[in-house]
Protein backbone atom coordinates (compact mmCIF):
# COMPACT_ATOMS: atom_id res chain seq x y z
CA UNK A 1 0.00 0.00 0.00
CA UNK A 2 2.61 2.24 0.74
CA UNK A 3 4.88 1.86 -2.38
CA UNK A 4 1.39 2.66 -4.17
CA UNK A 5 0.82 5.70 -2.30
CA UNK A 6 4.39 6.96 -3.31
CA UNK A 7 4.13 6.18 -6.82
CA UNK A 8 0.81 8.17 -6.92
CA UNK A 9 2.90 11.20 -5.50
CA UNK A 10 5.64 10.53 -7.96
CA UNK A 11 2.59 10.38 -11.06
CA UNK A 12 1.57 13.93 -9.43
CA UNK A 13 5.06 15.35 -9.31
CA UNK A 14 5.30 14.23 -13.37
CA UNK A 15 2.33 15.55 -14.54
CA UNK A 16 2.56 18.71 -12.27
CA UNK A 17 5.89 19.50 -13.80
CA UNK A 18 4.54 18.49 -17.51
CA UNK A 19 1.72 20.86 -17.02
CA UNK A 20 4.02 24.15 -15.86
CA UNK A 21 6.26 23.47 -18.50
CA UNK A 22 3.47 23.98 -21.34
CA UNK A 23 3.90 28.06 -21.21
CA UNK A 24 1.25 27.82 -24.14
CA UNK A 25 -1.10 26.93 -21.72
CA UNK A 26 -2.72 24.56 -23.62
CA UNK A 27 -5.36 21.94 -23.61
CA UNK A 28 -2.70 18.91 -22.76
CA UNK A 29 -1.35 21.57 -19.77
CA UNK A 30 -5.24 21.52 -18.74
CA UNK A 31 -5.57 17.64 -18.59
CA UNK A 32 -1.93 17.51 -17.21
CA UNK A 33 -2.78 19.45 -14.49
CA UNK A 34 -6.63 17.79 -14.11
CA UNK A 35 -4.25 14.25 -13.77
CA UNK A 36 -1.70 15.84 -11.58
CA UNK A 37 -4.51 16.86 -8.96
CA UNK A 38 -6.23 13.10 -9.22
CA UNK A 39 -2.75 11.94 -8.31
CA UNK A 40 -2.68 13.84 -5.35
CA UNK A 41 -6.00 13.06 -4.51
CA UNK A 42 -6.05 9.41 -4.46
CA UNK A 43 -2.88 9.20 -2.42
CA UNK A 44 -4.15 11.56 0.13
CA UNK A 45 -7.37 8.86 0.26
CA UNK A 46 -5.49 6.11 0.44
CA UNK A 47 -2.88 7.85 3.18
CA UNK A 48 -6.32 8.23 5.04
CA UNK A 49 -7.58 5.15 4.43
CA UNK A 50 -4.02 3.38 5.83
CA UNK A 51 -3.83 5.89 8.94
CA UNK A 52 -7.51 4.70 9.37
CA UNK A 53 -6.58 0.78 8.91
CA UNK A 54 -3.39 1.12 11.60
CA UNK A 55 -5.41 3.45 14.22
CA UNK A 56 -8.44 0.67 13.83
CA UNK A 57 -5.77 -2.08 14.57
CA UNK A 58 -4.40 -0.99 17.59
Known amino acids: MK ?3 D ?3 EQFHVH ?3 SNADT ?7 L ?3 KALGFQE ?3 LAKSA ?9
Not at 24 to 30: G, I, K
Not at 52 to 57: H, Q, R
Request: glycine share 4%; net charge negative; hydrophobic share 40%.
Open 16 to 18: DER
Open 50 to 58: LHDIDVKSL
Open 24 to 30: LDSYEAA
Open 42 to 44: AAH
Open 3 to 5: LAI
Open 32 to 34: NRG
Open 7 to 9: QME
